[in-house]
């Protein structure tokens, strides 16, 4: 028998029109395949936002285990909503929280990661011909606290689900039909890809592409889980992220990613001594901000700049850290910029080519856009610019590197 986990996300399940119209295309799918279906939903769209700032009314910061009772209430809402359409189709079906799968989660409230999924219930239900239907972006502890995945995280549910029941294919239904050579609402012109990498597509969602979250490509990538990114709303294949393959087209680049949560901050005249990035970036991580990029440059008068990235969120209180830091250690000054943005273009084909370095910062020059910052590893090249050259370097690189559509 085949299984098929499908995901819808928020705007696919935003109105009860699309509900309807998801549970609409789940009976017409078992009727003409008779796959075996689980089906993993997001909250209707705006609603996980709108409960984040509801919960702002209340206190200035709420714990992060509230907010899980809360945001959790969101997926609920769906699962039983679509069960309802579905039965009313005259498909049996059946509704599942996280908590009631079992899918059992550590204890890091807010971004828990899964640790095992309990799957008998599900299989049972299977082999009866219901739908079974699994709130995303949620789990339980050990100790039966409701926890939530991160943001983005029902593509995670359905990948773990997909792995826990050996499926044969997890399909993440969403607004696009497929992963792009970038955001198609930054470019346009942007291509969508028919096959991706593991590697590219974690590169390319650690680096700020939100189309699936980062732990699901992890997650598929470790356990082989054939993925793909499809539409709601459009027919078509979308795109499969598979294996590199002998057979597959090496693009020098396949994509490019921009992130616009990022902060800059800078320790002026540092003295040049053993000891000093780390008792710069100590009190950062005790105080759990995490550290993108960092740059050190060279001393000529026996102080450094040290200069790193975090994410737009934690600006004020590093920069409150590194105003102590910097009387601690005598450093001559802090400064920092939350108007920056980190472009990246990414792909396997990197790896054979000398040269991409110098195209995408000579594509840059020509528009006049000045990097800040550079950090490369094997299969991509991230650049941080001013906020406002965002649209401009994504569209320039894009071009550059003949990526656009005809
Ligand atoms: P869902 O609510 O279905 O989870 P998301 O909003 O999380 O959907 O992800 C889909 C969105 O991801 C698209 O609307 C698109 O704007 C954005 N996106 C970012 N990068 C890409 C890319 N490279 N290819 C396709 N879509 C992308
Ligand atoms: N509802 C959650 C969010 O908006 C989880 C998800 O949609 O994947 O982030
Ligand atoms: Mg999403």
Redo the contacts with the bound molecule.
């Keep these: 028998m085949t299984l098929h986990v499908h ?6 399940v935003g109105t009860a029109d699309k509900i309807q119209n998801v549970a609409k295309k789940l009976v017409k799918e078992k009727a003409s395949t008779g796959n075996d279906l689980v089906v993993v939903v ?1 909250a209707m ?1 705006g609603e996980t936002n709108r409960m984040t700032e509801l919960a702002k009314t209340m206190q200035a910061s709420p714990s992060a285990k509230q907010m899980d009772v809360l945001l959790s209430t969101g997926e609920q809402v769906t699962i039983a909503l679509l069960c309802m359409a579905l039965e009313e189709l005259g498909q049996a079906a059946v509704s599942y929280t996280g908590g009631q799968v079992k899918i059992v989660t550590d204890d890091a409230h807010s971004k828990a990661r899964i640790e095992d999924i309990h799957t008998n219930n599900i299989q049972a239900d299977l082999a009866k011909g219901r739908i079974v239907v699994v709130a995303g972006f949620q789990g339980v502890t050990a100790a039966g606290a409701i926890t939530t995945l991160g943001r ?1 995280g ?2 995670t549910t359905a990948v773990a689900l997909a792995a826990a029941l050996k499926a044969d294919e997890c399909r ?5 039909d ?9 470019e346009p012109k ?1 291509r ?1 890809l028919d096959k991706i990498t593991f590697e590219e597509m974690l590169e ?1 969602a650690s680096l ?6 980062i732990r699901s490509v992890e997650f598929a990538g470790k356990y082989n889980v054939p993925l793909r ?1 499809l539409s ?1 709303f459009i027919d078509g294949e979308g ?1 499969l992220i598979t294996y590199e393959d002998e057979g597959m087209e090496k693009a020098l680049i396949s ?3 921009f992130n616009r949560d990022e902060a800059k901050v800078t320790l002026g005249g540092v003295p040049d001594m053993p000891g000093v990035a780390s008792a710069i970036l100590k009190p950062i991580s005790a105080a759990n901000i995490e550290i993108d990029m960092i740059v050190q440059n060279i001393a000529e008068d026996k102080t450094t700049d040290f200069t790193f990235t975090v994410h737009r969120n934690d600006y004020d209180k590093t920069m409150r850290i590194l105003q102590e830091i910097c009387e601690q250690l005598d450093a001559d000054r802090v400064t920092g910029d939350d108007k920056i943005v980190k472009v990246s273009i990414v792909g396997v084909g990197m790896r054979s080519h000398a040269g991409i370095a110098s195209q995408m910062f000579s594509a840059l020059a020509d528009e006049g856009i000045n990097i800040r910052m550079i950090s490369t590893s094997e299969i991509k090249i991230s650049v941080v610019v001013d906020e406002k050259y965002m649209e401009l370097a994504v569209r320039t690189l894009h071009e550059s590197f003949g990526l656009s559509g005809e």
């Design positions: 995901k819808y996300g928020g705007t696919s997001s769209s983005g029902s593509d993440i239904y969403t607004d696009v497929g992963v792009y050579t970038t955001d198609p609402r930054v942007a969508r390319m700020g592409s939100k189309i699936l979250q990114v709601t795109t994509g490019i990613a």
